[in-house]
């Protein structure tokens, strides 16, 4: 007979957790939807372990709903993961159920955990390692310093536009490149009027816009030689250099391949860890190939009755298999056509009265003029 204090140990447990920058809310749910606890946890290292230790004490098989995979839960997750747990990304609470019960931790906790136990939340977080990781991150600070060039740019042709004359005729024919090398070689010594001020601002924002482009180049070595390490044959492929290869990357995440899309709470995934939620690569199972269009049947209509074969012998099939005779001895095609020289019955004009009630009126085409 098996006793209460083993029934905990042998529940299934969801794991719900809202992501917060410094503290993380999670609430626990058994299969059938009962709340079990509630807690809250130091979004660190060792608050990683607790919340997974807790987790683990209240049930055998335990499942995790985490929201922010992205950001703040990014940590959560892979900490899950490498404890070899099913984890799942969930989406933020909709507005309208935010309106009808409130809004708290606690309860954005557990619409996650009813989100993983009800199949909703069906997507796999990206593993953040990896020289995926390591592409992103160099493709953040690259983006970032193109941006401030970029700025820079618009600066420095802003502030020329109002120097002083002389100043700007000097710098306006040259090109982009030659402005920006004849700014850096400025020397407005001591700044006594607007045209040393001038001469001290271009030279200022040209020195950071080389800086930056420096920059650029250098993280653009980075990104290709991690990602021809990686996919060298994306890379070698035409149209697509480092930069695209990056952001292929980034999207897809660890794998290449697209991922399976999983339910929530199933049987199986109670009975052993999806290799898909842990972050193992396992080929997806193939789709079924759909046929032919040209071997589709129509589905039939069974609110309409089947179609009545014809019975006149013009209209049945001729021995060639060539369809309908349709020559002009046939009986429909001689129904069609209109009789000539038609004498039409000669008719009486209309009366003054049928004439006056037929005409139209300011109040109504229906309503008829009053004999007068």
Known sequence: MTSMQDLPRRRRVVVGVDTHKHLHVAVALDELGGRIEARSFAADRSGYEQLIDWANSLGHQVIFGVEGTGSYGAGLASAIRRRNIGVLEVLRTDRRDRRLRGKSDTIDAENAARAVLNGQ???????????????????????????????????????????????????????????????????????????????????????????????????????????????????????????????????????PRPRQVRTGVRPTLWSRPDPGLIGDDHPAPAEPRRPPTSQLRPLPDR??????????????????????????????????????????????????????????????????????
């Open 121 to 255: 939340a069906n997507a796999v977080p990206k593993s953040a390692d990896g020289t995926v990781e390591m592409i992103r991150l160099v493709k953040v600070a690259k983006d970032v310093a193109v941006k401030a060039r970029t700025s820079a740019m618009i600066s420095l042709k802003a502030v020329l536009v109002n120097a002083p004359g002389e100043l700007r005729e000097q710098l306006e024919p040259l090109t982009k490149m030659a402005l920006i090398r004849r700014c850096a070689a400025l020397r407005p010594g001591a700044v006594v009027d607007p045209t040393t001020a001038a001469k001290h601002t271009l030279r200022a924002i040209a020195r950071r816009w080389l800086a930056l482009d420096a920059e650029v180049k250098i993280h653009e070595k980075v990104l290709a030689k991690l990602t021809g390490e990686l996919v060298p044959e994306l890379v070698a492929a035409f149209g697509i250099g480092p930069d695209v290869a990056a952001e292929m990357l980034i999207v897809a995440g660890r794998q």
């Open 303 to 372: 609110h309409r009755p089947p179609p009545t074969p014809p019975t006149h012998p013009g209209l049945l099939p001729t021995q060639d298999g060539r369809g309908p005779d349709q020559s002009r001895d046939h009986p429909l095609s001689q129904a069609l056509v209109s009789p000539r020289n038609l004498e039409l019955p000669p008719t009486a004009p209309p009366s003054q009265a049928a004439t006056r009630s037929r005409r139209l009126t300011a109040i109504g085409a229906s309503t008829p003029w009053p004999n007068r």
